[in-house]
DNA sequence: ACATGTGAACTGCTTCACAGCG
DNA sequence: CGCTGTGAAGCAGTTCACATGT
């Protein structure tokens, strides 16, 4: 298919954003978009939209811009996106019950169908149609229900552990929320969501904000 | 204080996995650590963590490594750690009451002072020592309490509206948990927390892998 | 002898600028 | 003529390699 050269997470990144720009600007009743446009709401600048879709083909039509539902198809496409993808999430705390029950999966095709923990006193508990399983189970029911992803909420010294479980298992995608990085084989992506380094980040730029006013 | 070139984000998030990294090292009853050590934990190199560390001073021991209480002090400090910030929540759903009873915030030195919505039936709940508050009072609390950070945990399409009306009250630090790309001036730091965009990253990664396989 | 700190080399992402096509 | 698509140039972040200090 495609993906002839590797591709930088940014550009991946600012696919998904553009990808949502198209969206909202579809169910506005607009029908085509220059990169100018797409740029501006990206917070980027037109030369890297057409670079960032120039990797994988030619969408736009000189002179006009692109058609909205053409490279709406395009994006999801190309971002693997036309079939779903099933989704486990380990841990049923306060972060886990939060995703389990969030609506945003399932409307972009990310269907939740299990969660674990060790916790008995969780287990058996449900949402809708989630029950909340036993993680002694987990290796037995990925190895019959082939789920493609999971999401790490867990304490990040069980992280690891917890990691090493599910590459063992199979799954090569994770979503980590515990605030530890992991350590996996180069076949399995990692996608890190760490509140806690996005608060220092806030944090820092605060104080050297500060700093400077100070001279 | 410190700062005088730009530092790059990726610095700063590498900062806060070194601080991780070393809390959980002295909890462990270690007292020195090498750059060799930090790197390998967080998924970099040791050069890179000793020219990450080199823009704001040196903090190392040749022929020694580091000392992980003095290392520790310094990235506090660097990061901006030494004082607490108060954090209000913009969005009383699933994300926001997840995060306002989130015991990590209060953890690190981030004080949940309030959350608000604009939805009548949640005004007035609380959980622990949090009251949600109308979002109408959102100006004259701000005035009055001098919030420094605002987590934005609404839907999308009230993203932009609800950031203006915090730069206009002069929040300068943002973090946005919206699927949507938000602008500010340049004054206002804003992190982006994007789920939605986090997942795609792994179908991409899924399905270009696959179609690697298919060759 | 060992591990840090850092200029220099390198790699790769971003921006520029213009040729190409509708 | 307008806007895309893209080589070439520019720049920022990473890696290298070694001088330096303990």
């Known amino acids: 298919m495609h993906l002839v050269k590797r591709?930088?997470?940014?550009?991946?990144?600012r696919l998904s954003i553009y990808l949502r720009f198209l969206e909202e600007s579809a169910s506005r009743g607009l029908t085509t978009i220059s990169s100018e446009e797409l740029a501006r709401r990206g917070g980027t600048t037109s030369a890297q939209v057409r670079k960032d879709l120039s990797f994988?083909?030619?969408?736009g039509?000189?002179?006009?811009g692109y058609a909205i539902p053409e490279l709406t198809a395009s994006l999801r496409d190309i971002l693997?996106?036309?079939r779903e993808w099933r989704v486990i999430i380990i841990g049923a705390g306060k972060i886990g019950t939060a995703l389990a029950q969030y609506r945003g999966f399932r409307q972009r095709g990310?269907?939740?169908?299990?969660?674990?923990d060790h916790d008995a006193r969780k287990i058996g508990s449900k949402w809708e149609a989630l029950v909340v399983r036993?993680?002694?189970?987990?290796?037995?029911d990925i190895a019959r229900e082939h789920p493609e992803i999971a999401v790490l909420a867990i304490p990040g010294e069980d992280a690891q552990?917890?990691?090493?479980?599910?590459?063992?298992?199979?799954?090569?995608?994770?979503?980590n929320f515990a605030p530890t990085q992991i350590q996996t084989p180069p076949d399995v992506t990692v996608r890190n969501?760490?509140?806690a380094m996005e608060l220092e980040g806030l944090s820092f730029a605060l104080s050297s904000r500060d700093s400077k006013l100070d001279k």
Chains 1, 2 share one sequence.
Request: avoid cysteine; charge should be positive.
């Open 7 to 13: 591709i930088a997470e940014s550009t991946v990144r």
């Open 56 to 59: 994988f083909g030619s969408f």
């Open 61 to 64: 039509k000189r002179g006009m």
């Open 80 to 82: 693997g996106l036309r």
């Open 110 to 116: 990310f269907l939740v169908s299990a969660v674990y």
């Open 134 to 140: 036993d993680m002694e189970q987990l290796e037995k």
């Open 161 to 175: 552990t917890a990691a090493d479980r599910l590459v063992r298992a199979g799954i090569k995608a994770i979503l």
């Open 193 to 195: 969501v760490n509140m």
